[in-house]
Structure formats: C-alpha cells, structure tokens
C-alpha cells in the first residue's frame, strides 16, 4: 500500500538549515506531484511547497519563499525539503503528502523545532 | 495567501446532521472545482473524506457529503456518530499563486 515516511525533523536554532525527507513506496512515484504540508502545535495545517510530477514546478507559500527549496529524486523514490534561514514560526509537524489537487495520502509526519 | 474561513467550532448531537462552511473567493473556491476536505483526529494525520467538490474516496462513508454554491462549499455529516468528532479542515486550489489553501479548521464535537 501506499506510504510515506518523513525524517530529518530537529531542534535546530533559529537562522540555521535543515533537510526533511520523505521515502514514497507502493505507488509509481514519478507520476506524482509531492507536496509539504505543516502544522504548528495546536495550530491548523498550512501548505507549504509542492514539486509537480515531473519536477518543472514548484511553488510555495510566500513566507517560506526564498528560504525552502523543495526537490525529488526519482532514482531513490524521495522528496527533500531544504529549510535555510529557519525562523521559530517554522516550527511544525512538517507531513509529506502525494497527489495533485487533493492529498489521498499522508506520512506521519516529522517535528521541527526551531528554539534558542 | 489567506486562509479560506471555516466556523472555528459547530456541534450535534449523535443521529443528526451538520453542515461546515468553507468560505473563499472567486479566485479559489468560487473558481474552480478543486474543493477538498479532510479529517483530523488527535495525534492523527488528516485523512481525505471529499475531493473535487463533491467526490468521496473508496472507503470514506456515505455519510459525508461535499457541495458549493458560489465562493463556499460546505461539507454534511449525517447521522452523527461519536467517532466523527475531530477536526475538519477544507483545501482549495487558488489561482492567486497556483497553489493551495487550506481552511483555518473547525472543531466538530459530537455531544
């Protein structure tokens, strides 16, 4: 069945980087757009960046603009999200999630904690 | 990019029906066809329940139902049961950043 396994969350201080990564399995990866979707503690969800199926777009939302870039490597099944410039409002359940313009399919998630 | 407005909280009673709104603009709910909703449970990942409007994934009860009228779509819950308390947030495709916007959520509790 389909899964998707998030890690590489942290504490991490503010202004330093950090990269998520989500391993897809039991789906044809490459059809697949995969986007980043987050939640502040006790906080609703907030989209954050999607990669289209082919790699040519990638968007996000305008205040991780600049400092997350987000990529996909069809070899290894897996989806990065390269966090720089890490703010405290950054931290989150960062959740990897698949497909276009609705998500049929959710990781776990991985926490991010930025703190001094 | 704003949040679409969801009621922050709405509630029934078990066998009874509630409607949650989802409010947006002509740019993204009113615009197209692209209304998604899902289900949060504590410590849980959201689940899909409605996609494109009104369509329900294989395995979602006929019990949830999806619908738009203008800029707001609305979700139905018939027939409450208990485990159907939990948070409920809708999505939209918004042509404003070809992107995605969610809701802000609405806490749904089964009295």
């Known amino acids: 069945q389909v899964q998707l396994v998030e890690s590489g969350g942290g504490v991490v201080q503010p202004g330093r980087s950090l990269r998520l990564s989500c391993a897809a399995s039991?789906?044809?990866?490459?059809?697949?757009?995969i986007h980043w979707v987050r939640q502040a503690p006790g906080k609703g969800l907030e989209w954050v960046a999607l990669?289209?199926?082919?790699?040519?777009?990638?968007s996000y939302t305008d205040s991780v603009k600049g400092r997350f870039t987000i990529s996909r490597d069809e070899s290894k099944n897996t989806s990065h999200l390269q966090m720089n410039s890490l703010r405290v409002e950054d931290t989150a359940l960062y959740y990897c999630?698949?497909?276009?313009?609705?998500?049929?399919?959710w990781g776990q998630g991985t926490l991010v904690t930025v703190s001094s | 990019q704003s949040a679409l407005t969801q009621p922050a909280s709405v509630s029934g009673s078990p066998g009874q029906s509630i409607t949650i709104s989802c409010t947006g603009t002509?740019?993204?709910?009113?615009?197209?066809?692209?209304v998604s909703w899902y289900q949060q449970h504590p410590g849980r990942a959201p689940k899909l329940m409605i996609f494109?409007?009104?369509k329900r994934p294989s395995g979602v009860s006929n019990r949830f139902s999806g619908s738009k009228s203008g800029n707001t779509a609305s979700l139905t819950i018939s027939g409450l049961q208990a485990e159907d308390e939990a948070d409920y947030y809708c999505?939209?495709?918004?042509?404003?950043?070809?992107?995605?916007?969610f809701g802000g959520g609405t806490r749904l509790a089964v009295l």
């Open positions: 999630t698949k497909g276009g313009w609705s998500f049929d399919s």
């Open positions: 039991g789906f044809s990866f490459s059809n697949f757009g």
């Open positions: 990669i289209s199926y082919a790699g040519t777009k990638k």
């Open positions: 002509n740019s993204d709910v009113g615009g197209f066809f692209y």
């Open positions: 494109d409007v009104s």
């Open positions: 999505m939209s495709y918004t042509s404003t950043t070809s992107s995605l916007v």
